[in-house]
């Protein structure tokens, strides 16, 4: 039956739940064992990571499968593909993915390459678990939605959910992968409480969901941008719009078919991103319309993203700095009010 849990509940349910099927399941990272214990006096797992997702896993599993590491993005992120390319199932979790340049040549160069290099013979399944986007006033290089940069990266898969029951189920998905996987976690989500099945179930990477169903407009979001856009398409409603809302859930491999079917359906999109508006996710989203669903278009595709600029620390500014249901809802007026 369904309970409610918050975003950090369901990750830490799923991460129990895969290691107790899975001995060779492991867990590393920084503060993901310990952190701020004194391990002196007898004190661990006082933090669980930076929002507490792993909170209680080195007391059911012990410290040889919950590993706190040094500070060194490069060497836990390798030493997790080492693992992963020898038999094990490592977690890494890279707290933010603004950290991911200091750790990209392991995936980059090695993790999402094994696999073509030796002819499908070889598995790499790591995950690595990351925290993304703005709204947490944590300045500009805590803030970033970088998910871009992993998607464009061939041989890895990348993953955003929106919702409590879709983190727990993507993220047992991508336990169990054989590819190396980067789950991006919105750090304003967390919080979020929602309905989550009990038990073990998984959520098949590569496959959107409509979220919400209309026939004027299609809204495209991810991770936090889906919220954004149900908002908008309920204030729509007052002007009679109905909207539809597609959840990418995954980045890559990417559910093409759902997206192209929606705007058959609608005629219409708009693609809301919370990444900048260059070489992202809302500009393949757009040329995919324009390439394989160009016959549907009424109009052409609008992008609602947050403009080209580092993420303001300032309150005010970061604010307007992230996509809003009201750029939204004037992305769909001018498109309905566009004359082909």
Same mark, same amino acid.
């Not at 925290?131 to 871009?148: F, I, K, W």
């Not at 890559?252 to 693609?271: I, K």
């Not at 669903?293 to 403009?307: E, I, R, S």
């Given at each position: ?215 004027? *407009? @299609? ?10 856009? %149900? =908002?908008?398409?309920? #204030?729509?409603? $007052? ?64 992008? *609602? @993203? ?10 005010? %500014? =970061?604010?307007?700095? #992230?996509?809003? $249901? ?15």
């Amino acid at each position: 039956m369904p309970r409610e849990l918050s975003f950090t509940e369901a990750i830490n349910e799923a991460l129990h739940i895969a290691m107790r099927a899975d001995p060779d399941v492991i867990v590393l990272g920084e503060d993901v064992a310990g952190g701020g214990g004194r391990k002196d006096q007898g004190i661990e797992d006082a933090w669980g990571g930076p929002f507490g997702a792993t909170r209680g896993l080195i007391g059911a599993f012990g410290p040889k499968r919950v590993r706190d590491t040094p500070i060194s993005e490069m060497g836990f992120v390798g030493a997790a593909v080492g693992a992963a390319a020898t038999g094990l199932r490592p977690v890494a979790e890279l707290m933010f993915i603004d950290f991911l340049g200091v750790a990209l040549d392991p995936l980059l160069n090695q993790a999402s390459k094994m696999r073509y290099m030796f002819g499908g013979k070889m598995r790499v399944p790591l995950t690595v678990r990351t925290n993304v986007g703005a709204g947490n006033r944590a300045g500009c290089q805590h803030s970033q939605a970088l998910y871009g940069f992993t998607t464009a990266i061939p041989g890895l898969k990348t993953v955003i959910p929106s919702t409590p029951a879709d983190a727990k189920g993507l993220l047992l998905a991508s336990i169990r992968d054989d590819s190396p996987v980067i789950f991006c976690e919105t750090k304003s989500l967390m919080n979020l409480k929602g309905e989550v099945p009990e038990g073990d179930y998984e959520i098949p990477l590569g496959r959107a969901a409509i979220v919400r169903a209309g026939s004027d *407009v @299609t809204l495209i979001g991810l991770g936090r941008t889906v919220h954004t856009s %149900l =908002e908008a398409a309920e #204030m729509l409603l $007052a002007d009679g719009i109905r909207a539809e809302v597609v959840d990418l859930r995954s980045l890559y491999p990417l559910d093409e078919a759902t997206v192209l079917e929606s705007l058959r359906r609608t005629g219409r999109v708009v693609v809301v991103d919370e990444a900048p508006p260059y070489c992202g996710i809302a500009s393949e989203i757009s040329s995919l319309c324009a390439d394989k669903g160009f016959d549907f278009l009424d109009a052409p595709v609008k992008k *609602v @993203t947050a403009p080209h600029t580092p993420v303001p620390f300032s309150p005010v %500014l =970061e604010d307007l700095y #992230m996509p809003s $249901a009201s750029r939204v809802i004037d992305a769909v007026r001018e498109q309905l009010g566009w004359n082909r």
